[in-house]
């Protein structure tokens, strides 16, 4: 992470700068600030962006209008080291939910003696972190980290956000067995204690926590790297709003166990063969979980609800295969085969072909399938609530519900030209069996709506478009980059456009630096959004908004100290509370990082 993109609050401001990653707010139709945001990879929503830490899945919320909507604000970005977002896509590597793509992050390893603290203020948050790395035991190297961030209140028209203290904790350790093999463990627990408040309902609070426990082996014989992963992992919720007879409460608990093996074998200079085995446990329950069974009752504050338990046990095997074939031509055929305890077997393979054309460009040529797996709540959820005073909205599970599939093709050039590097990429998903909400009735009152939801697979839907992004450093001291995605997404049948994304997003960013010893950078940046299309929940109306934002970043080295400053949305566009939409109005942000 350079230091400009790193000097951040969140992973997910990081990545807002990341061409054709749709990281959009999304809110409550009424409610001017932001519930949660889309992470969306090449149009394909939410549920088809797989996010990873070190290889690991974390258990999260399993709503399609919530799957990673919190999760990167979740991750403590001082304990990242680098991301990688792979685009397309990926289930023959990855398996289900890969289907738009993958957003890998890598955290750090404890690797030598140091120290850090930091602190950072401004008007969406507040946080003080820091972190020590022990120099080598013997053979064992330990590392702990701790972030204490408050979530400040941001209220307007009788809404606020999500608001509230939120704490990280990591402990990760490395012990060298001998110079090719080692052993790394860890550990890591969030708490968040966020509340919410609508003048019409009272105040919400939302007291959800995370434990991360995992194990791993590297080692290197000869020609293969084996590589072994053992994890679990668990996410508790619990809200709760009102007294007396308006009390109201969720609960809900999320549980993932993992077990990976890999290996890499380099057979010669033209065949690097990768193949492994994994097996997955998800277990899941709820008071929003129904369907067929109750496992029992919860009772809190007078009121009982009904709570489920659910769960299901996937395993896999998968292969590829990196053939250089002479000097110009990289072949990558790889292919993953997955049974799903419910749902059976499913092959995903891949193959990309590169063209190197020189040491500077090349083609790039990738055709695959990919697949998604019904969440449990999408097949057994049962849940009501009051977002806004003049709606109720209850949503049913399908457990007739099929996994959707899609082929994907992309075609694309990149190169380096002196002080300019670029890329320009045409893509194609054909989705079949696409999981949706869909209203299946409406029960009028006076002034109030009652919306019945339920989830249901259609036919066909198109995806396609063309993403390409720019670079050129005028010398040491300046730079630009532009990045531009035009992107059609259609129903087969009915030729509609498909709402959750843009027609078109754009990027210019412009940066500086001094280039002395203790650099001093700025960058601004401008975005936009061209007919992002979002449809009413109150009328089934779809509405175009389109909309651009500047935000300026300053770090500034001053010895072993980093400060930094920052203002995203510069201009302070904001949209009515009567619209389906919501961006955060201005933020600014000032901190600073000690090493020690």
């Known amino acids: 992470l350079g230091d400009v993109y790193k000097r951040q609050q969140t992973v997910e401001d990081v990545l807002k700068r990341v061409p054709n990653l749709d990281l959009t707010p999304t809110s409550m139709q009424g409610q001017s600030s932001q519930v949660t945001h889309q992470v969306s990879l090449r149009g394909m929503g939410n549920k088809g962006t797989l996010i990873l830490v070190d290889g690991r899945r974390l258990a999260g919320e399993d709503a399609p209008e919530t799957i990673n909507g919190y999760e990167l604000r979740r991750i403590n970005l001082h304990d990242v080291d680098r991301i990688e977002v792979l685009r397309g896509a990926a289930s023959a590597l990855y398996g289900s939910d890969a289907v738009g793509g993958v957003i890998q992050i890598f955290m750090k390893k404890p690797e030598g003696a140091s120290s850090y603290a930091g602190v950072t203020t401004g008007s969406s948050e507040t946080s003080l972190y820091g972190g020590l790395n022990t120099d ?60 919410q408040s609508v003048q019409s309902r009272g105040t919400t609070w939302y007291d959800n926590n995370r434990q991360d426990y995992h194990l791993a082996y590297e080692g290197t014989h000869g020609k293969n790297e084996y590589d072994l992963k053992v994890c679990h992992n668990r996410l508790g919720k619990h809200s709760y709003l009102g007294a007396g007879t308006g009390y109201n409460f969720d609960r809900a608990e999320y549980a993932t166990s993992a077990v990976e093996g890999r290996v890499t074998y380099r057979a010669d200079e033209s065949h690097t063969f990768t193949y492994g085995t994994e097996y997955r446990h998800l277990e899941a329950g709820s008071t929003r979980y129904g369907g067929s069974r109750t496992d029992r009752f919860q009772s809190e504050g007078g009121l009982t609800k009904g709570y489920s338990e659910r769960g299901t046990d996937q395993y896999a095997f998968y292969g590829a295969d990196e053939w250089k074939i002479g000097k110009k031509l990289l072949f990558v055929p790889s292919i993953r085969w997955d049974h799903h305890e419910d749902f059976g077997s499913e092959w995903s393979p891949r193959a990309g072909l590169t063209y190197l054309m020189d040491d500077h460009n090349r083609f790039k040529v990738n055709y695959g399938f990919a697949y998604r797996a019904p969440s449990l709540f999408e097949r057994y959820g049962d849940m009501e609530e009051t977002p806004v005073p003049y709606m109720t909205v209850i949503v049913y599970g399908n457990e007739d519900l099929r996994p959707e599939k899609t082929r994907t093709f992309d075609a694309g050039y990149e190169g380096e030209w002196g002080k300019a590097k670029g890329r320009v990429t045409y893509f194609y998903n054909q989705a079949r069996d696409l999981i949706v909400s869909k209203v299946i009735g409406r029960i009028p009152g006076r002034g109030h709506m009652t919306l019945i939801n339920s989830y249901a697979n259609v036919d066909r839907a198109t995806i396609q478009g063309i993403e390409g992004d720019f670079h050129y450093d005028f010398d040491d001291h300046y730079g630009i980059r532009a990045a531009y995605t035009y992107m059609d997404g259609r129903d087969d049948e009915t030729h509609e456009p498909l709402s959750g994304m843009a027609r078109a997003t754009g990027l210019m960013e412009v940066s500086y630096t001094d280039g002395k010893k203790a650099p001093f950078t700025v960058s601004l940046a401008a975005r936009w959004n061209d007919r992002y299309r979002i449809e009413s929940a109150r009328t089934g109306l779809a509405s175009l908004y389109s909309y651009s934002t500047m935000d300026l970043s300053l770090t500034k080295q001053l010895g072993r100290m980093m400060v930094f400053a920052g203002i995203d949305n510069l201009f302070d566009k904001t949209f009515d509370t009567d619209s389906s939409f919501a961006i955060p109005g201005r933020v600014w942000k000032v901190g600073a990082e000690w090493k020690f």
């Open 136 to 195: 080598k035991l013997g053979k064992l190297s330990l590392g702990m980290s701790y972030d204490l961030t408050k979530v400040r209140k941001d209220e307007s028209e009788g809404w606020t956000n999500m608001f509230g203290p939120r704490r990280h904790f990591s402990f990760e350790g490395t012990y060298e067995m001998t110079d090719e093999d080692s052993v790394r463990f860890g550990a890591s627990f969030m708490r968040e204690s966020l509340r």
